[in-house]
């Protein structure tokens, strides 16, 4: 007896079992459905989306501002009542939900522009992001709209970000997060154009453009096991004429085995398309075409899905499917995809290029093979876009690196896996001497400022020598978000007697971090134009690229719509504070060398430290700064730029810039390269040998313009007759005959003409040994040999300067990108610190 209960009872707890896996097709293991705004749970058919005040554990936003409509100007569609209550954010704002099934994720949100007291929501601008990828950017939803995006989470949490455009506010009426199949979407794409095999799906954001039931009915969340619509095919039609339907199979539609399955796509899609309007007559030759509006310079994901309910017979009907002019799929036969068996279901995936024109077209035809049954069809397709190589899907706006809090983990797995034991070691060593430098500074760091820490350990105490590769990318990851109230007690309130500095972005005050760091602490004013963009730039730019010579960036903070840029503090100021209009004491000639192979340093590395050169665009002496040592380093990144790829160029742009460096060949052309650079600097070269402004309008005509006045007494070879008259007598006839070649090689016409930053700093520590090294027969021949000669000199040498070997073996040490540079020279440094 017993026993048969028990027995029965298990059946049950099967029966039950069976039930809950296998009803619906799938079981989301994750599942937040969050009706913001609403005071009270709200049903749609059978779900229910949670009040916003039971979603509250999940937000966190500066203000609680809770909207509601009575407006029914939606009411046909079936989750109308998601629309009617929403919630707006006056600043950044984020939903963090936990994840337990990792991989990927549906996030749908809803937006409906209704007003709310003072709050008109069609004036809402705003972004919307994860920690990996910008959703939405700029984004102000005019009319009732859902979003739909499939997202890869390997974190523990999915944080979704509000973040308010410039003055704005954001709103949301409704959220859904609910985990998807993993199968959806497989790595079996092909790619259209170069053809081949489209790796990295799954790494992919998706956004949904279109879903399309063709010759089929509207499909809503109810009629689909994953809660997708499908919408008709009807307002897609390039020519409805050309188009008939056939929508009578819908019972007979058959899932292979391993193939389609109603997750794919459910029955009443492939029971159901859109063919020619033909009868099957051979002489009939024409296309069925869709188009759809898609953005420029995305890829697009496309899944194609057929069914074949037109045919009587397998491997009669050929087609040929285009994705704008490009044949996807040549006289392709679709029973052969089905074994022969007619309305079955299968699906084909394919990537297309970037995409260079506002449409998308795809279209069906006939094949003109002879004997082909002369027909075409279509049940379902579905457009989808993917995330550009920034890891957005809107536009150039990509996720500020401290919200990859994600992705740390794999960055120190892949360091782990790529350099294996030897580095491990050197990292055992880095944190060492990051903790020994603690210890020693006895500032308490607490925890968040460790990375930082970090960082300057890597550059000041190491040396940029190891972030080659491996830091660099990690260091993408140690810019940090700052609470706008640290950066208000770190600037006492933006004291104005803080203020060191004022540029057109905005102010910068002295600030000093409650662990005791200083910083410069640079306000952007929320009224500058270009203020947003050059704010961006300079976060990516400072975060993906750390040199010894380049200032680095400890953190920032957008909170409030502000644009506060937190850097390390150079005590010692501007190099133009040093050479004129100040009474600050006078520089030596080695310590202005010293400055600007320093600079040339920096600027060497963001032109060759990465695959795409970087070009800084605004170099001048007031951009190059000077730590407590006089170390100099290149600062103001906002108006850099990518520089061109490998098979171009040069990149045209707007120019900007400042005035009396500006490049000519630049101002004439738009079009940058690294040369331009270069040619700022040969300026910058000249202004720190004349101690006199690059443009002075209070002189004679003639020298208003100090480049081309100081070339023309270049040429004349009586340079020395215009040099800062502190410096008179001071410098070697060799070292500052060099020293002014090289300038004027810089100051060349044409960009091909003058020599590339990695020469210049040749040349400029050549001219360092000119100055120090009496050298007997005068070097006419060409510089390498001139080393060769003069490095058994050096031996000789009698150093008076203790501390200058030190200088010199770090200076090496640093130089990440001009290896055979320092080869050369650490010949040279080797002998001299003996
Ligand atoms: C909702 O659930 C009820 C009972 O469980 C069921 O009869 C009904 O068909 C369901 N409705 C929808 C739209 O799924
Ligand atoms: C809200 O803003 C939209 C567009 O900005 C405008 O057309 C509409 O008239 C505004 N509504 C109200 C009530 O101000
Ligand atoms: C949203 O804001 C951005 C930047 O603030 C602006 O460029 C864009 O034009 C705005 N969009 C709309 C529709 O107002
Ligand atoms: C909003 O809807 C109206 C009418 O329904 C339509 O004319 C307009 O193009 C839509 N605007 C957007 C931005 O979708
Ligand atoms: C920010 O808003 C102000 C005032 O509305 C406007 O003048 C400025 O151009 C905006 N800046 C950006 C980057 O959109
Ligand atoms: C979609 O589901 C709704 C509710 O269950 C039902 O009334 C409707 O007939 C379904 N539509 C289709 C095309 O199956
Ligand atoms: C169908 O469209 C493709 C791509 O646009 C085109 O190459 C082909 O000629 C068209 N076929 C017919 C019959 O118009
Ligand atoms: C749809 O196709 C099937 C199979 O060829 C055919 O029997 C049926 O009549 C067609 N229905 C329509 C409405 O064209
Ligand atoms: C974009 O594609 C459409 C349709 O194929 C075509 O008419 C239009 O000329 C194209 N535009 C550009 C800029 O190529
Ligand atoms: C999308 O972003 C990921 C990183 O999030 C990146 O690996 C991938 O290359 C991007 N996709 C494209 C098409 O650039």
């Not at 029973?335 to 022969?340: A, L, R, V, Y």
């Not at 990859?404 to 782990?416: E, L, T």
């Not at 080659?468 to 208000?488: C, D, K, M």
Request: hydrophobic share 40%.
């Amino acid at each position: 007896m017993m026993v048969w209960r028990v027995f029965k009872i298990l059946i049950w707890v099967l029966f039950i079992l069976y039930l809950a896996c296998f009803c619906k097709g799938f079981t989301p293991q994750d599942m937040y459905l969050v009706d913001c705004g609403s005071p009270s749970d709200t049903k749609v058919g059978n779900t229910t989306y949670i009040s916003d005040k039971a979603a509250s554990e999940y937000l966190s936003t500066p203000q609680e501002i809770l909207a509601s409509t009575s407006s029914n100007s939606i009411t046909s569609s079936s989750d109308s009542q998601l629309y009617q209550t929403a919630r707006i954010f006056t600043g950044t704002s984020s939903y963090k939900f936990p994840i337990t099934k990792t991989g990927r994720v549906w996030i749908r949100l809803y937006f409906f522009p209704f007003v709310y007291n003072n709050y008109n929501l069609s004036s809402a601008n705003f972004s919307v992001s994860t920690q990996k990828n910008v959703l939405l950017g700029d984004f102000a939803p005019k009319n009732a709209t859902m979003k739909e995006f499939i997202v890869n989470v390997n974190s523990e949490d999915l944080i979704i970000t509000f973040a308010p455009s410039n003055n704005s506010f954001a709103y949301i009426n409704a959220v859904e997060v609910v985990s998807a199949p993993d199968s959806l979407i497989t790595e079996d794409a092909s790619s259209i154009s170069p053809s081949g095999a489209f790796n990295g799906l799954v790494n992919q954001a998706i956004e949904t453009v279109a879903r399309v039931n063709m010759g089929g009915p509207l499909l809503s969340f109810e009629n689909d096991t994953l809660w997708r619509t499908w919408v008709n095919d009807q307002a897609f039609l390039v020519s409805a004429s050309s188009a008939s339907t056939n929508k009578s199979m819908i019972g007979s539609v058959k899932y292979p085995d391993g193939g389609a399955t109603e997750d794919i796509a459910p029955q009443t899609v492939y029971g159901t398309c859109t063919k020619m309007n033909s009868n099957g007559d051979s002489s009939i030759n024409f296309n069925v075409t869709w188009q759809f509006n898609v953005d420029i310079g995305f890829q697009y994901f496309l899944r194609l899905h057929f069914c074949d309910i037109v045919s009587t017979v397998a491997n009669e009907l050929l087609l040929n499917v285009y994705v704008n002019s490009w044949n996807v799929a040549q006289d392709f036969d679709p029973s052969s995809k089905t074994f022969g068996n007619l309305a079955t279901a299968f699906y084909m995936d394919y990537v297309t290029p970037l995409a260079s024109n506002n449409t998308l077209r795809i279209s069906i035809g006939p094949s003109s093979r002879s004997g082909a049954y002369s027909d075409a069809f279509l049940n379902g397709l579905e457009i989808l876009k993917l995330n550009n190589s920034m890891g957005s899907l809107s536009g150039a706006v990509s996720v500020p690196s401290s919200f990859s809090q994600g992705s740390k983990k794999n960055v120190g797995m892949i360091v782990g896996l790529s350099i294996g034991v030897p580095l491990a070691l050197l990292m055992v060593l880095i944190v060492f001497v990051m903790f020994r430098r603690k210890k020693q500074e006895r500032l308490g760091h607490s925890k968040t400022w460790i990375p930082i820490s970090l960082n300057g350990g890597i550059s000041h105490t190491m040396g940029s020598k190891y972030s080659n590769g491996t830091t660099v990318s990690a260091a993408s990851n140690l810019s940090y978000r700052i609470p706008f109230a640290a950066v208000l007690e770190a600037t006492n309130d933006f004291d104005e007697s803080w203020v060191i500095g004022i540029g057109g972005f905005g102010k910068v005050y002295k600030g000093v971090l409650n662990d005791g760091t200083k910083v410069a602490i640079k306000r952007g004013n929320p009224r500058s134009q270009q203020g947003l963009n050059e704010f961006r730039t300079e976060i990516e730019m400072l975060s993906q690229f750390r040199h010894r010579h380049l200032v680095s960036l400890i953190g920032y903070c957008d909170e409030k719509n502000e644009m506060i840029l937190i850097y390390e503090y150079m005590e010692n100021g501007t190099v133009k504070s040093h050479l004129y209009g100040s009474d600050l004491p006078s520089l030596s000639w080695k310590q202005r060398l010293e400055i600007c192979i320093g600079a040339a340093r920096g600027l060497h590395y963001l032109h060759t430290g990465s695959a795409k050169a970087i070009i800084h665009r605004d170099v001048k002496s007031a951009n190059i700064l000077l730590d407590e040592n006089f170390l100099a380093k290149v600062a103001d990144f906002g108006l850099s730029k990518s520089g061109p790829e490998v098979d171009q160029t040069h990149v045209s742009t707007a120019v900007k810039g400042s005035f009396g460096y500006l490049d000519p060949e630049y101002f004439r052309r738009q079009q940058l390269t690294e040369k331009s650079d270069v040619y700022s600097f040969g300026v910058v070269l000249l202004e720190v040998l004349c101690a006199r402004p690059v443009i002075d309008p209070t002189l004679p005509r003639e020298m208003v313009n100090l480049a081309e006045w100081a070339v023309k007494w270049q040429k004349k070879a009586q340079l020395d007759q215009i040099i800062d008259s502190n410096l008179v007598g001071k410098i070697r006839p060799d070292s500052l005959r060099k020293y002014g070649e090289t300038a004027e090689k810089c100051l060349a016409e044409y960009g091909v003409d003058r020599p590339s930053m990695g020469d210049v700093l040749w040349n400029l520590e050549y001219a360092v040994q000119l100055q120090e090294v009496v050298i007997q027969n005068d070097p006419e021949e060409n510089s390498t040999n001139a080393i060769g000669e003069l490095s058994p000199k050096v031996n000789n040498f009698n150093h008076t300067d203790g501390t200058s070997s030190v200088v010199e073996m770090s200076r090496v040490e640093d130089d990440l990108s001009g290896v055979s540079m320092s080869r050369v020279f650490s010949q040279l440094v080797k002998s001299e610190g003996r």
